[in-house]
């Protein structure tokens, strides 16, 4: 996923339908156009665990808007005609598991998705049921770590996922506050591992100091709530979307 790129890579997270119905590939393109480097597309669900309430949010007006596994993949048909970096999935796996897993692994992978991250998918079902169906069809899977996952298990989680490994910066939900220095302990234990995937920084990012702070100590980092509060109410996402990338990238 990053061949071209090891440092400083930006993953920005968008959701699908947000905030018009119509609004995830131009909003994809936006973000392609002006720095990000990977785009974590969400799928909206009622009940998203790992989000905080702007995200929630987003996911809400989302599905109000009529967004759907079906209609995403309606809306990302012809996507790879414009978008070039890499795309990943993240949902939760009650929808995914309603549409049909296999289909859901099928059809994201014939649009031209490269990853899935679906944070309510444990280890055992990964790899004793899903993983092989994801593999299949070529599809990256990256797992979550946290400050509290063991060594051990870290080392177990890298050992599984492709493409990236997503540093949880906290054990809260997304968008909140921490503290940098706290973070910079994990994340230098994290970089001791000497893991085979790039890591990237996700929860807290929102603006050039933290993203800055995060890329010290690990390859990248993940950009979420920040994004979805600048598009809220935005006439002119490519406008909105320019500036707030400005701000973080300048």
Do not use: W
């Amino acid at each position: 996923m990053f061949e071209k790129k090891s440092t400083r890579i930006l993953n920005v997270y968008c959701t699908a339908g947000y905030p018009q119905l119509h609004s995830t590939v131009e909003v994809m393109s936006a973000l392609q156009q002006n720095g990000a480097d990977l785009i974590e597309l969400g799928m909206p669900y009622s009940d998203p665990l790992a989000d905080g309430p702007v995200i929630q949010q987003s996911s809400s007006m989302a599905i109000a808007n009529g967004m759907t596994i079906e209609k995403l993949f309606e809306q990302l048909k012809d996507f790879r005609n414009q978008i070039h970096v890499p795309v990943v999935l993240m949902g939760y796996m009650n929808p995914v598991l309603q549409y049909g897993f296999e289909q859901f692994c099928k059809d994201a992978a014939a649009v031209g998705v490269d990853g899935l991250i679906l944070p309510d998918l444990p280890e055992f079902e990964f790899e004793t049921e899903y993983g092989a169906i994801i593999k299949q069809y070529e599809l990256d899977f990256i797992f979550l770590v946290t400050p509290e996952t063991s060594d051990e298990r870290i080392k177990k989680l890298d050992s599984l996922s492709t493409g990236f490994l997503y540093a949880v910066s906290s054990s809260s939900t997304t968008g909140s506050d921490k503290n940098m220095p706290d973070v910079n302990a994990y994340l230098q234990k994290l970089k001791s591992l000497q893991l085979r995937n790039p890591v990237l920084v996700g929860f807290g990012i929102k603006d050039k100091q933290t993203f800055d702070a995060a890329c010290a100590h690990a390859n990248g980092a993940i950009i979420g709530s920040a994004y979805i509060k600048a598009l809220e109410g935005t006439a002119d996402v490519t406008k909105t979307t320019k500036e707030f990338l400005e701000g973080v990238l300048k």
